[in-house]
């Protein structure tokens, strides 16, 4: 069964996609079969991998809840899913997904929907990485109610810091009362300026208030404009310049994840 993998910040702007795309390419080239939902109706996941003319789509992820709320059978995963030169599959997303607020408000057990489509394919993969919308509401929670973990791409800068602090906020509240086995893998530091005073004191403003309450990734993101530049090309930055670096620093973050994943997996055998 695939651990589904939540890139989240209450804040927009912070290397969320980026990081979501870049983390599921660089599993698939480490031979893992890996599902990337793009979860935001601007559809950038979807367009990085190469998606084009997202609001002609004739099934995205909206349209598979949609029939999940009407009771309607969800369409053959090969009609829709779309299967990228880099092996990633993409569950893609535009702008209809921003009526899911309005289509779920009457729904009965609706921050649950998002769970029951993922649970028809994680058989498939052995991760399944959602790219989330900026903003908590209805479908923010389907997606922590289905995620096994969260990262939080969190920018060096004083805005992004204040949206991981409500984002803990809300994490806290559904992993105590509703989905326990949800966990936070960490904070990753993206768009450091690390010569800056204000990545410096965001850095330390970081430690001091969220260290020993959740894990922060050694690994920081360096800011760099390639990064954007990739996506004129529809790649992500360890396929466009992989010697970039960003794109060393998104594969050393890769390398810290499944580390920390196999140390986790060797004190639950250890306790077993």
């Known amino acids: 069964m695939a651990k589904v993998i939540a890139i989240m910040n209450e804040k927009g702007g912070v290397g969320k996609t980026a990081t979501a795309t870049t983390l599921a390419y660089l599993l698939s080239q480490r031979g893992h079969r890996t599902a990337l939902i793009d979860f935001d109706g601007q559809g950038h996941s979807s367009i990085i991998f190469g998606v084009k003319n997202t609001n002609k789509l004739e099934i995205t992820i909206n349209t598979i809840i949609r029939k999940l709320i009407e009771d309607e059978p969800l369409p053959d995963p090969g009609s829709y899913i779309l299967k990228t030169n880099c092996g990633v599959d993409v569950i893609p997303s535009?702008?209809?997904l921003f009526t899911l607020e309005r289509n779920l408000c009457n729904v009965d057990f609706r921050e649950r929907v998002l769970s029951q489509y993922v649970d028809t394919i994680k058989d498939r993969y052995e991760y399944i990485?959602?790219?989330?919308?900026?903003?908590?509401?209805?479908?923010m929670i389907?997606?922590?109610m289905c995620a096994d973990s969260i990262i939080v791409p969190t920018q060096?800068?004083?805005?992004?810091?204040?949206?991981?602090?409500e984002l803990l906020k809300h994490y806290h509240v559904i992993s105590k009362n509703s989905n326990h086995r949800l966990r936070i893998d960490g904070i990753l530091i993206t768009m450091d300026s690390p010569n800056t005073i204000l990545s410096a004191?965001?850095?330390?403003?970081?430690?001091q208030g969220f260290a020993g309450k959740v894990p922060i990734f050694e690994t920081r993101i360096p800011r760099s404009i390639k990064v954007a530049e990739a996506v004129l090309y529809h790649q992500t930055i360890c396929e466009f310049l992989p010697e970039n670096p960003?794109?060393?620093a998104y594969s050393q973050f890769v390398e810290e994840l499944l580390s920390c994943?196999?140390?986790d997996g060797k004190e639950l055998i250890g306790v077993g």
Do not use: F, H, R, Y
């Open 129 to 139: 990485i959602i790219d989330c919308m900026p903003q908590m509401g209805t479908p």
């Open 201 to 207: 004191q965001v850095n330390q403003m970081i430690q």
């Open 261 to 263: 994943e196999e140390a």
């Open 94 to 96: 535009n702008s209809q």
């Open 142 to 144: 389907n997606v922590m």
């Open 246 to 248: 960003a794109a060393i």
């Open 156 to 165: 060096a800068e004083l805005l992004s810091t204040q949206g991981l602090a």
